[in-house]
């Protein structure tokens, strides 16, 4: 089942305003990243936040993650028309497989989807 | 970073026959990831890869109908099997990159008829 719920589910701004997404998730991580995908295409990772992270930024990007609420928000400052997409956020928890490899594991949340008008 | 190739971009398939999906990473990775989206949903992990040993399948996902192939350190296979409409989706390959998140395919969009 999926881990993160993400509102809103679709979001239509003009180029220059600013788009936040919120994200929760239900269990304990180890890290939670959002990716963006552009019409049904592979992923793009975005930015990856971890669990003792509060706050990070990546150009007009800014993301916050609250383990207390197990909430992340990302921003997306003076939005541009290419910033068009979907963006999901994805919870990261370190598992170990039955050969003793650890890796980590990603749940994805449902996804918004961002229309940015000219 | 990690570039990967994979192979087919979209196909269109017959109910009843099978689809081999291949990843190709530029660099030896030790797991690889197998995602299916379907249509106007989010990614679901269908199993992970790991190279000489059998894969881990998720809750949902069965190795019968998803036979998986880790033959190297670069390369994955995913076979979808006795395809229906319901198996109509986009499937991803990825890897992990540590600190920089994960890499993904440009994804298969198979389309079941």
């Known amino acids: 089942s999926q881990q993160g719920e993400e509102d809103p589910q679709a979001l239509s701004i003009q180029e220059g305003e600013n788009a936040t997404m919120n994200c929760s998730y239900k269990?304990?991580?180890?890290?939670l990243q959002w990716y963006r995908q552009n019409s049904g295409r592979g992923l793009v990772h975005l930015i990856l936040i971890r669990s003792n992270e509060r706050e990070k930024h990546s150009g007009r990007l800014r993301v916050t993650l609250d383990t207390s609420k197990k909430s992340s928000s990302l921003l997306i400052t003076a939005s541009r028309a290419a910033d068009t997409a979907s963006y999901f956020c994805a919870t990261g928890v370190a598992l170990r497989n039955a050969g003793g490899t650890s890796y980590g594991k990603l749940t994805f949340g449902q996804g918004t989807i961002l229309t940015v008008h000219p | 970073s990690a570039v990967i190739s994979q192979k087919p971009s979209r196909d269109i398939c017959q109910r009843g026959t099978s689809l081999t999906i291949q990843c190709q990473v530029d660099s030896q990775v030790t797991m690889m990831f197998w995602y299916r989206q379907q249509p106007g949903q989010s990614l679901t992990l269908i199993a992970t890869a790991n190279q000489g040993s059998e894969a881990t399948y998720e809750s949902g996902f069965v190795i019968d109908k998803f036979p998986i192939s880790r033959p190297n350190l670069t390369f994955s296979t995913l076979t979808v099997s006795n395809m229906s409409p319901e198996d109509s989706s986009i499937y991803l390959c990825s890897v992990e990159r540590g600190f920089y998140g994960y890499t993904f395919g440009s994804g298969t969009r198979l389309t079941v008829v």
């Open positions: 269990t304990s991580i180890n890290n």
